[in-house]
Every structure is written in C-alpha cells, then in structure tokens.
C-alpha cells in the first residue's frame, strides 16, 4: 500500500537528533496514535530504507481505519469511516512528518528531534525575487481590545503593505510566490508548496531539497521583508531576569479547529472515570474562557474572574527549548478536530497555542519562539511627547457631576466643554450607542473631529485603569471613518435630543448651524481626526518617573503593561489615520 501512496506537499519539519528515532519508539507511537482503529492496522512500516537520487532515507509509515457518529446526529447507530495515517521521513539531518486524522506524541517528538529555529523556518524560499502573497499576524499585546490576530493580502505586500507599526507584530504564515507558490507557517514547523499530488520517492525529494533550505534559512532571513517584524531570539538566549507576567491561551486557533468540520465544537470530560460529551453552549462558554488574559506569578497560572475567586489553572513549565503549560484541570478535556482526538492539554502544549508576555515589555514568547520589541523602549519619549497636561484636571472628584442643567464643576465632563475649540459644535454621546463621551466637530478651512473618553480615579500609573478607556477607544476607532448618514443619523435619533431628558446633548455652539457642520467635517477630506483619552488618575511626571525606571529595568511589572497598553493605543490610532492624545493632569 506504500507504493500507492499519493500524497501534497504539506508536512512539519524539525531536526533529527543524531541517535533517533529508533525502531523502537516507532513502534510505540504507531501503537499510540492508532489506539482507536477499528479491525485490524491496513499497513505499518518502521524504518524501511529507500536508496534515492537525493540520498539514503528511512520511512516509517502507518495506515489505519476510524470510526465515528457523524457530527450532525447524536446517539444513532450510523458511522463515518475515516482513513487516517502518518508518515515518517528521516533523510540527512531532517525529520519530516505527513499526516492525516493521526496524532504525534511529545515524548517520541522530544525524544527523536529538536525544532527549528523560527528564523530556520521562517528563512525559507524568501530570498531572491519573491513576492509575499499573504500575511498572517499575531499582535504582542493582550489588551481585552487589541487587534490580536488579523490577516493582509495583496499582490506583492512588500510594495503595498505599510511597515509603521509592524514591529510589534510577529507573522504566524505567510504566502510567498516565486517559480512556486509556498505557505510557511514557522509556529507549527509546517511548510506547505502548491502542487499536484506525489509519490512516496518525489515526496522524499522534496522533504531533502525543503530541509536544505530550512539549514540556511536564517541566513536569509535577515536580509528579508520579514526582518521588518519582531526579532526573534534563541530561547537559549532568553534573558535571566525574564519573568512571566501574563499568559492567553489562542482560543481562536483553537475553535478554528475544533469546528473545521463542524460548527459545533466537540469537547468531552472526564469526572470521576466518566466521559462526557459537552454540549455546545458549554464547549463554547470554555473556549471563550480559555481566550482570557491569565496572570502568571512565579510559574502558578491563575484566571481572576470578573466576580468571585481566584481560580488556578495549573502552571507554566520553562523547558529546554520553550514554555508548556501543566493543568490538571485541562488534561480532563478531550478535543477531537482534523488530526483526530487529544488532550486538550497536550494539543495546546504541541501546537505552542499560546502568548506569555514578560516583566520586560518588549519581549513575548509566542508559538514557540520568543521574540522581541527592539523599539519599543525607544518609543517612550515618542509615547511621552503625545501626553499633555491639563491644569484643571487636579482636584476633581468625579467624572461627570451631573446637575439638574448640566455637568458640574467636580467633573471631568465640564472641564472638556470648558476646553473645547471656540466656534465648534461639541456634543455629548455619553450613554446608550456611545461612540465616546464627547464629540467635537469644527468646520472652516482647518475641519477637525475630536473623540474624547474621560476616566475618573485616585492616582495611579496601573495598567488596570488604562485598560477600560483605552479598550473603549480602540473599539470606537472606525466610527470615526463612519458613513456620514451614519452622522446624520446620530444628530436626529440622539445628538439634537436631551442628555437623560434633563438639558440638551449639544453642549457647545449653534444648534442651527450643528448639522451643517458635523456634515461638512465628516464629509471632508482634509478633516484631522483625534482621539483624546482625558483622564485626571495620572500625572505625566509620575509616568516619566515610571518609564524611567524601566528603562533602567527597576520598575513594577505593571509599568510593563502599562507601556504595552499605550503603545497599542498609538499603533491602533496610526494605523486608522488617527491622532492619539493623552489629557492628564502634569
């Protein structure tokens, strides 16, 4: 059955250690993975030799039968038949691995290669003359409103694609087209070239010509269009005083594969030598759990719900090459996907599902490889400039004192209408479908539209305080590129009415000429557009105080975070053409 082997080019990479594998531990993960075949194994073959053009390989290689209910009955008597294998390619010091609905086993990976660097794999076919098709990227933040994850595609995006920015990105795949088209996902050590389907030999061959590129590929990785990202850096290289601060687990990769061939999740548990299916609500209601920014002290995971305690889910383990997470309480989930059923824990673990982020901002371990920021320390005098001090934001001590006809003078509220621009219309969307609290439009021949979200506290340069107002920001970001019916729609339903049926929304400027002015500004194409967080919890002088102890790498890990939050603030407003501004008190 090998010689009818037909197969695409698609397959992990990693480096075989010199002593492995061995037949025997062949022989273990072949009785691993196919511990759920139904009859009797269709083919096994451990360490065969093959004398190519390309030089001497040995194959290992399993075929085996499954069965399961299909995905859209429950308890009836039908079954679906898979057929799943896995092959094995040793040949020169690559180990390359196919697969379909059969898993890999950490111990027999650990035990009989090592992974490539990211550079190694992420170096490979983009020298010369190619063109990058498609990017997909992970953001280093994990601010409940950062762009984690987002994807761009384009002709040639080295020409098309801006690189402000993108320095704190990090690219999880990617599509290049030279003579061949390739995707090269250097995370999960899969390279993948557009093709026919090959024979066994041809597939050999191409496992030895791809794992003589990987050999080379960080040498090119420098000189190329990906060196404009995040640095990566050999973990062996991890700084000593590194200290995990932060971790999330990629619950979107995660339900992308559970649900590739469904739309509902399957998720089984074991209680007490039980196992139960979860029903979608709740399989649902755990990824979306597991998508939660969990805090890291010492190498204790821990999820800190909204109400009620502190819960722990396990630890973080530091390994040779990389991070994994130990959890009891993951390790009852059984997850079925394409590559057939694991543990949850043991799937998060192999597929380095997961982001930790470091006491130092400007380093993050993600997929695997540890990364990072080498500007980001440098952007804090840049952070520093786009903070201004207002005067009048000492001494209040509430964010709206709302009266009976308006905002009061011990809020933040009055100090904006106080401040706004002489001549503009400045209107209140505070409550309901809120944009931002303030909205303030000027025409003329300088149009200009100012956001503005206000935030009350006790002093502080905590990261927790930014996260609401910043988080309400970003999210708001696009309304500022809103139709201007969209404008006009506001004005009539909500800008032209009263603030809580008690005195108008319109705080400033001429009701008759409002709609007018808000249509002009919206409409033009030489408006400037601002977002001003105003808040009076901080002083820019505690916060240079801060920055400055952590550049000298004194500072508490929420300086830290607090730096990741701004410059994701800066970034998300660059990159929708808008002016960021920071109001505080000085």
Same mark, same amino acid.
């Given at each position: 059955?090998?010689?009818?082997?037909?197969?695409?080019?698609?397959?992990?990479?990693?480096?075989?250690?010199?002593?492995?594998?061995? !037949?025997?531990?062949?022989?273990?993960?072949?009785?691993? @993975?196919?511990?759920?075949?139904?009859?009797?194994?269709?083919?096994?073959?451990?360490?065969?030799?093959?004398?190519?053009?390309?030089?001497?390989?040995?194959?290992?290689?399993?075929?085996?039968?499954?069965?399961?209910?299909?995905?859209?009955?429950?308890?009836?008597?039908?079954?679906?038949?898979?057929?799943?294998?896995?092959?094995?390619?040793?040949?020169?010091?690559?180990? $390359?691995?196919?697969?379909?609905?059969?898993?890999?086993?950490?111990?027999?990976?650990?035990?009989?290669?090592?992974?490539?660097?990211? =550079?190694?794999?992420?170096?490979?076919?983009?020298?010369?003359?190619?063109?990058?098709?498609?990017?997909?990227?992970?953001?280093?933040?994990?601010?409940?409103?950062?762009?984690?994850?987002?994807?761009?595609?384009?002709?040639?995006?080295?020409?098309?694609?801006?690189?402000?920015?993108?320095?704190?990105?990090?690219?999880?795949?990617?599509?290049?087209?030279?003579?061949?088209?390739? @995707?090269?996902?250097?995370?999960?050590?899969?390279?993948?070239?557009?093709?026919?389907?090959? @024979?066994?030999?041809?597939?050999?061959?191409?496992? =030895? &010509?791809?794992?003589?590129?990987?050999?080379?590929?960080?040498?090119?990785?420098? /000189?190329?269009?990906?060196?404009?990202?995040?640095?990566?850096?050999?973990?062996?290289?991890?700084?000593?005083?590194?200290?995990?601060?932060?971790?999330?687990?990629?619950?979107?990769?995660?339900? !992308?594969?559970?649900?590739?061939?469904?739309?509902?999740? %399957?998720?089984?548990?074991?209680?007490?030598?039980?196992?139960?299916?979860?029903?979608?609500?709740?399989?649902? &209601?755990?990824?979306?759990?597991?998508?939660?920014?969990?805090?890291?002290?010492?190498?204790?995971?821990?999820?800190?719900?909204?109400?009620?305690?502190?819960?722990t889910l396990g630890s973080l383990k530091r390994l040779k090459n990389g991070f994994s997470i130990k959890s009891k309480l993951l390790a009852k989930y059984q997850i079925s996907g394409r590559e057939g059923t694991a543990k949850l824990e043991r799937w998060i673990n192999q597929n380095q599902s997961f982001t930790v982020v470091f006491n130092r901002p400007s380093f993050a371990y993600v997929e695997g490889s540890l990364f990072e920021d080498g500007r980001l320390?440098?952007?804090?005098?840049?952070?520093?400039?786009?903070?201004?001090?207002?005067?009048?934001?000492?001494? #209040?001590?509430?964010?709206?004192?709302?009266?009976?006809?308006?905002? /009061?003078?011990?809020?933040?509220?009055?100090?904006?209408?106080?401040?706004?621009? *002489?001549?503009?219309?400045?209107? $209140?969307?505070?409550?309901?479908?809120?944009? *931002?609290?303030?909205?303030?439009?000027?025409?003329?021949?300088?149009?200009?539209?100012?956001?503005?979200?206000?935030?009350?506290?006790?002093?502080?340069?905590?990261?927790? +305080?930014?996260?609401?107002?910043?988080?309400?920001?970003?999210?708001?970001?696009?309304?500022?590129?809103?139709?201007?019916?969209?404008? %006009?729609?506001?004005?009539?339903?909500?800008?032209?009415?009263?603030?809580?049926?008690?005195?108008?929304?319109?705080? +400033?400027?001429?009701?008759?000429?409002?709609?007018?002015?808000?249509?002009?500004?919206?409409?033009?194409?030489?408006?400037?557009?601002?977002?001003? #967080?105003?808040?009076?919890?901080?002083?820019?002088?505690?916060?240079?105080?801060?920055?400055?102890?952590?550049?000298?790498?004194?500072?508490?890990?929420?300086?830290?975070?607090?730096?990741?939050?701004?410059?994701?603030?800066?970034?998300? $407003?660059?990159?929708?053409?808008?002016?960021? &501004?920071?109001? $505080?008190?000085?």
């Open positions: 059955m090998l010689n009818s082997l037909q197969v695409s080019k698609s397959a992990q990479f990693f480096r075989k250690k010199d002593s492995a594998p061995t !037949d025997d531990s062949v022989k273990e993960l072949f009785t691993w @993975t196919s511990d759920s075949k139904v009859g009797d194994t269709l083919d096994n073959v451990v360490r065969q030799s093959f004398n190519t053009p390309d030089g001497q390989a040995k194959v290992s290689y399993i075929c085996f039968k499954l069965e399961s209910e299909p995905p859209f009955l429950k308890d009836s008597a039908l079954r679906e038949v898979k057929f799943a294998f896995l092959l094995i390619i040793e040949i020169g010091q690559c180990l $390359c691995i196919l697969r379909r609905h059969a898993q890999i086993s950490d111990s027999f990976l650990s035990s009989a290669s090592e992974p490539y660097s990211y =550079k190694n794999l992420g170096g490979v076919v983009v020298s010369g003359e190619v063109k990058f098709e498609r990017l997909s990227l992970k953001g280093m933040g994990m601010g409940r409103n950062s762009v984690r994850r987002r994807s761009v595609e384009g002709a040639d995006l080295r020409a098309s694609f801006s690189t402000y920015g993108i320095h704190r990105s990090i690219p999880s795949n990617f599509r290049v087209r030279s003579s061949q088209v390739y @995707t090269v996902s250097p995370g999960s050590a899969r390279i993948s070239q557009r093709d026919s389907r090959k @024979t066994l030999l041809e597939i050999i061959s191409w496992a =030895k &010509r791809t794992g003589d590129e990987i050999a080379v590929g960080e040498k090119n990785y420098d /000189g190329s269009f990906l060196a404009h990202f995040c640095r990566p850096v050999p973990f062996s290289e991890m700084p000593a005083e590194l200290r995990p601060t932060s971790i999330m687990i990629d619950a979107a990769s995660l339900e !992308d594969y559970l649900t590739d061939d469904s739309n509902t999740p %399957d998720i089984r548990v074991t209680r007490k030598g039980s196992e139960t299916q979860l029903s979608a609500e709740t399989a649902f &209601r755990i990824l979306d759990k597991l998508g939660t920014v969990l805090t890291v002290d010492g190498d204790v995971i821990s999820y800190r719900p909204d109400k009620g305690k502190e819960l320390l440098g952007s804090i005098q840049g952070l520093l400039d786009m903070v201004e001090t207002w005067d009048g934001l000492k001494g #209040l001590s509430d964010e709206k004192d709302v009266t009976a006809t308006g905002f /009061g003078p011990n809020g933040i509220f009055k100090l904006v209408e106080d401040t706004a621009a *002489a001549g503009s219309i400045l209107v $209140c969307d505070d409550l309901g479908d809120e944009w *931002a609290d303030y909205i303030e439009f000027s025409g003329g021949s300088r149009p200009r539209m100012v956001f503005y979200h206000c935030k009350h506290g006790k002093e502080s340069t905590s990261a927790s +305080k930014f996260q609401e107002i910043i988080g309400q920001a970003l999210k708001n970001l696009s309304r500022m590129h809103s139709d201007p019916g969209d404008f %006009d729609r506001k004005w009539r339903n909500k800008w032209q009415k009263n603030y809580d049926s008690a005195f108008p929304r319109l705080r +400033k400027g001429d009701k008759a000429l409002a709609k007018q002015t808000i249509k002009s500004t919206v409409a033009s194409d030489l408006a400037t557009k601002e977002v001003a #967080l105003v808040v009076d919890f901080l002083s820019k002088a505690a916060l240079k105080r801060q920055f400055g102890l952590l550049k000298q790498g004194k500072a508490k890990p929420h300086v830290a975070q607090l730096l990741w939050l701004l410059s994701g603030f800066v970034a998300g $407003c660059k990159q929708h053409s808008v002016l960021g &501004r920071i109001l $505080c008190r000085p």
